[in-house]
């Protein structure tokens, strides 16, 4: 004879909100069982999911529940945090994407080939990019601002040390740059770079894509600004005091760190902490509501029942108290495996990595050698940073004004990227042919505003297909991006080392990212199969 099922101890009001999308609370019970069938349970259940959830939870239990945020999509908390990321874009992004104006110094200095100067951002880069899935660890478990901070000293101290070593040392030494700017700058980027853009999706949902448009257009602004420092300084004042200066730039990004402020709910046991206070915003709070997260996927204990919905699973709480201890018994690594291994179960999300994959191999060949390729056309050396700062304020306007048009049409999210995604490959493949410097102007400003445009549909695309595992997801598509960055600027530069033409490199890094673009209406199929499948 089946265990009967122990009596709420509370029940939920029937003048509650019924369009509340709040799934079943844990709940304490009383010893006394009262006889009830299965399908009452299940009937119960399914009744909550509709209820309005008011008060607070009692904790005498000794574990905490699940929060979820009820996101303000605006307000001046949610601003401030868009702010605080733009700054840290601004300031972080602005050099790594300008950084082929130091390529031909670096060859010079190091008397180099392109291939081993363009080496030191491919490093950068890959541990900017690649240490996603360990920093998206960190941040659930220390939270944006503190893993922000510690980024922010550790690039800090990585360019200080590399303008030392090229002032002092002789002979120049090649690897120590590897270790400095590429290792150390390079973790310290990947600190920062991840909590900037995972903490708005804190914030914002209804408005994401242009919060998520208007913070990651700071890297369009740093561009902007940051490419013609550089390049005045680097000219007057020599490599090595360039180091310095970007050393202090990027240092003055751990004022908008301590800006980062943590919704009150606990993501993953991450510790709260305060950053910017309530009282600048007016008191203005952030709402929060306890929700059950357990997966049916996780098989229920003896004696609970669970919801046929995926998304509204329900355990008793003796059941909730087991699970929970078991993650804890398993430390943290274990479940965090778990995790990684979920996504790659989506085929749409196995494909949807793939085209990232392939269309960032185009990318990060553009961004290494657009300026070099730029004076081997015949363009003046003092006139190619201009090209990067048309491109990076076009690529500030397309995340911007992407972002809003995916807020406005989310249901054409997947073919208005795949257009975006095809029209940045085709000017790539196309760019050499575009000689002049009007041409090599419409080249920058195109590529800029499809690259930022891609920027922004990312998180969009991942809440899209992946939304509660966001920044997992988030974590493992940047490291994507970052082994594309060693592949595309080494395909290109040993093209050029060996015929001295940037032509067939990028002919060939285009074609590549062309045929990434063309893998994403197939990420949108494989998405709505899957969703059909789950409805039967």
Not at 24 to 36: A, K
Not at 368 to 387: E, V
Request: charged residues 15%; proline residues 5%; contains cysteine.
């Amino acid at each position: 004879m089946r265990q009967a099922t122990p009596q709420l101890s509370r029940h939920l009001s029937r003048n509650d909100n019924p369009t509340s999308p709040y799934s079943m609370l844990y709940e304490d019970f009383e010893d006394t069982p009262t006889p009830r069938t299965r399908t009452d349970v299940e009937r119960q259940n399914k009744a909550s999911v509709t209820t309005d959830i008011k008060g607070k939870l009692d904790e005498e239990k000794g574990f905490e529940d699940v929060e979820k945020v009820v996101t303000p999509d605006g307000g001046c908390l949610a601003w401030t945090i868009v702010l605080a990321s733009f700054m840290v874009s601004f300031l972080q992004d602005g050099f790594r994407d300008s950084f082929g104006l130091l390529l031909p110094s670096v060859s010079e200095h190091f008397k180099t080939g392109r291939t081993e100067a363009a080496m030191t951002n491919s490093i950068m880069t890959l541990l900017t990019l690649g240490s996603g899935p360990l920093v998206a660890f960190l941040v659930d478990r220390f939270g944006h601002r503190i893993v922000t901070i510690v980024g922010v000293t550790l690039s800090t101290l990585g360019l200080l040390f590399a303008g030392f070593s090229i002032e002092y040392l002789d002979p120049p030494s090649l690897p120590i740059l590897y270790v400095t700017v590429g290792l150390m700058t390079g973790l310290g980027f990947g600190l920062m770079y991840l909590p900037a853009m995972d903490i708005i999706e804190l914030y914002f949902d209804r408005n994401l894509g242009l919060a998520t448009g208007i913070a990651a257009a700071g890297s369009g602004i740093g561009q902007l600004v940051m490419a013609p420092v550089i390049h005045v300084v680097q000219t007057k004042l020599g490599l090595a005091f360039t180091m310095h200066v970007l050393a202090a730039s990027v240092a003055f990004a751990i004022f908008f760190a301590f800006m980062y402020r943590q919704p009150r709910h606990k993501r993953s046991g991450s510790p709260p902490y305060e950053g910017v206070s309530d009282i600048a915003c007016l008191h203005e709070d952030v709402k929060v509501v306890k929700i059950s997260t357990i997966s049916t996927e996780i098989p229920p204990a003896p004696g609970a029942f669970a919801s046929h919905d995926p998304d509204n699973a329900v355990f008793t709480n003796h059941a909730s108290k087991e699970l929970l201890e078991k993650e804890t018994n398993e430390g943290c690594f274990v479940p965090l495996l778990r995790s990684y291994c979920a996504i790659f179960k989506s085929p749409a999300m196995v494909v949807l990595l793939i085209s990232h994959f392939l269309m960032h191999i185009a990318i990060f060949a553009a961004f290494a050698f657009t300026s070099d390729r730029a004076t081997k056309l015949g363009i003046d050396k003092h006139t190619t940073a201009h090209l990067l700062s048309i491109m990076g304020i076009s690529n500030c306007i397309g995340r911007i004004a992407f972002g809003k048009i995916l807020d406005t049409f989310r249901s054409q999210a997947f073919p208005l990227t795949t257009m975006v995604l095809l029209v940045n490959a085709g000017i790539i493949t196309s760019s050499d042919y575009l000689t002049s410097f009007i041409g090599q102007a419409i080249y920058a400003g195109t590529f800029g505003a499809t690259f930022g445009a891609y920027i922004s549909s990312v998180v969009v695309i991942l809440k899209i297909i992946n939304k509660n595992k966001i920044t997992d997801s988030l974590g493992v598509s940047l490291l994507v991006f970052a082994l594309a960055s060693l592949v595309g600027p080494a395909i290109v530069g040993q093209i050029y080392d060996i015929y001295g033409s940037y032509r067939a490199g990028f002919l060939i890094s285009g074609g590549i990212g062309l045929s990434g673009a063309v893998m994403m209406p197939l990420v949108h199929f494989l998405f709505n199969k899957t969703n059909q499948q789950l409805k039967f």
